[in-house]
């Protein structure tokens, strides 16, 4: 178990923004579609990291599991991803491209966690205060050691 190693194990969550208008707007045919094309890009990320792995955990929420990667390197990861599907034209049908967003949530296991449900509750808050803020944005849960790229030198910062 990863708790008992020293090497470093992160996990990002994520959702996809406003889904529910998608499938409310476009129909589930253009939903399915979408998650099709985020799991793709996704899956194409994740090979990129050794041992990493992707899954849907249900509707429009994806878990990575980042065996021997940093919290840095994690969020890294988040922010790359996030970029890839905003800049994504996702086709809908035959003459419509959607764009979308995806609000995500970082976290690392910790010497103090008694239970695996620790990581998982901790990502999940992360997401959650990604959307609290408006969405479309990464939240990590240690924001002392971690820098928002698009604004060099500044700490993300959690209420």
């Known amino acids: 178990m990863f708790k008992d190693s020293d090497q470093p194990f992160t996990m990002i969550a994520f959702d996809i923004d406003h889904f529910k208008r998608v499938n409310d707007q476009h129909g589930h045919l253009a939903g399915n579609a979408v998650l099709k094309a985020v799991s793709k890009i996704t899956a194409d990320k994740v090979k990129t990291v050794p041992q990493a ?3 849907r955990v249900g509707g429009e929420e994806f878990n990575i599991l980042l065996p021997d990667v ?7 990861f988040s922010y790359q991803l996030q970029s890839e599907i905003r800049k994504t034209a996702f086709k809908i049908n035959d003459n419509e491209n959607l764009h979308i967003t995806i609000s995500v949530g970082v976290s690392a296991l910790q010497k103090s966690d008694i239970t695996q449900n620790l990581l998982y509750e901790r990502t999940d808050q992360m997401l959650y205060h ?3 803020k408006g969405r479309d944005s990464v939240s990590v849960s240690d924001p002392e050691t971690i820098t928002d790229p698009r604004t060099p030198n500044t700490a993300i910062k959690h209420d």
């Open 70 to 76: 940093t919290l840095a390197e994690a969020a890294t």
């Open 53 to 55: 792995e992707a899954y």
């Open 130 to 132: 990604s959307k609290g």
